[in-house]
C-alpha cells in the first residue's frame, strides 16, 4: 500500500544525562542483534553489538542489555553529547546468516 | 582502513531508466549487503552477495538485481525506473561468517522524476 512514513519514536535528553533507546524484536531465532547510529547525510555506523548468549555488553560509554524472554532490547549512552543526536537503529539476524531486519529507528535529540 | 565506499552519491533519474550503483568494501570483506532506505518502509534487506554468489535475496522484485566481482567489489543495477524506487541505497560490507557486524556505506541517494 501507500507509505504513509514511518512515525520515529522521538527522545529528547539533556547533554551529560544518560539515555536509553529501547527496541523490541520479533524473531525468536534471532541470536545475534547490532546498534547503529545513523546522522543526518550518512549511513548507519555501527555502536555496539551482542549475542544472544549474553544479556549484557559494554563498550565505550554505550551498555547494551538483551532479554531474550520478552524479546527487548536496550541501550544505554552515558553522559550524553552533542554529537551522541542521531537516528539509533536495533537489528536483529539469525547467526550464520548476513540479512539483517532493522527496527523503525529512534531519533535521540541531545539538549544543550 | 578505508569504510565502505559507494558511487555516486546521488543520482537523478527519470522513469523507465535504468540505473547501476557501485560498492567497494572494506578491504578484507567478502560480504556484500544491499538495503533500502526510505521514510515509509524503513531499511529493507535487499540481496547478500558472498565469493560472487548471491546467498540471500530479500522481497523485491526482479527489476532490482546485483553482482560480485572477484575483488569483492558489487554493483547493483535497477531497471525500468519507478517513482517509488526513489530512496537512499546502502551497501555494507562484513566478513560474511554471520557473526561479525556489517559496516556501511553513506549511500546512494537516487531520485526517479
Known amino acids: 500500500g501507500e507509505s504513509v512514513g514511518l512515525h520515529l519514536p522521538t527522545l529528547s535528553v539533556q547533554e551529560g544525562d544518560n539515555s536509553i533507546i529501547n527496541c523490541a524484536y520479533s524473531?525468536?531465532?534471532?541470536?545475534?542483534f547490532i546498534w547503529y547510529k545513523q546522522e543526518s547525510g550518512k549511513g548507519p555506523q555501527f555502536i555496539i553489538d551482542?549475542?544472544?548468549?549474553?544479556d549484557k555488553r559494554q563498550g565505550q560509554r554505550v551498555t547494551v542489555l538483551l532479554n531474550k524472554t520478552v524479546k527487548h532490547l536496550s541501550l544505554q549512552i552515558a553522559a550524553t553529547q552533542p554529537g551522541d543526536s542521531a537516528v539509533y537503529f536495533c537489528?536483529?539476524?539469525?547467526?550464520?546468516?548476513?540479512?539483517?531486519?532493522f527496527g523503525t529507528g529512534t531519533r535521540l535529540t541531545i539538549i544543550p | 582502513k578505508a569504510g565502505v565506499t559507494q558511487t555516486p552519491r546521488y543520482l537523478i533519474k527519470t522513469r523507465g531508466q535504468q540505473v547501476t550503483l557501485s560498492c567497494s568494501p572494506i578491504s578484507g570483506h567478502r560480504s556484500v549487503s544491499w538495503y533500502q532506505q526510505t521514510p515509509g518502509q524503513g531499511l529493507q534487506f535487499l540481496f547478500e552477495y558472498f565469493s560472487e554468489t548471491q546467498r540471500n535475496k530479500g522481497n523485491f522484485p526482479g527489476r532490482f538485481s546485483g553482482r560480485q566481482f572477484s575483488n569483492s567489489r558489487s554493483e547493483m543495477n535497477v531497471s525500468t525506473l519507478e517513482l517509488g524506487d526513489s530512496a537512499l541505497y546502502l551497501c555494507?560490507?562484513?566478513?560474511?561468517?554471520?557473526?561479525?557486524?556489517?559496516?556501511f556505506g553513506n549511500g546512494t541517494r537516487l531520485t526517479v522524476t
Open positions: 537489528a536483529e539476524r539469525d547467526f550464520g546468516n548476513e540479512k539483517l531486519t
Open positions: 555494507a560490507s562484513s566478513l560474511g561468517s554471520g557473526n561479525s557486524p556489517l559496516h
Open positions: 551482542i549475542r544472544s548468549n549474553m
Open positions: 524473531n525468536s531465532a534471532s541470536d545475534y
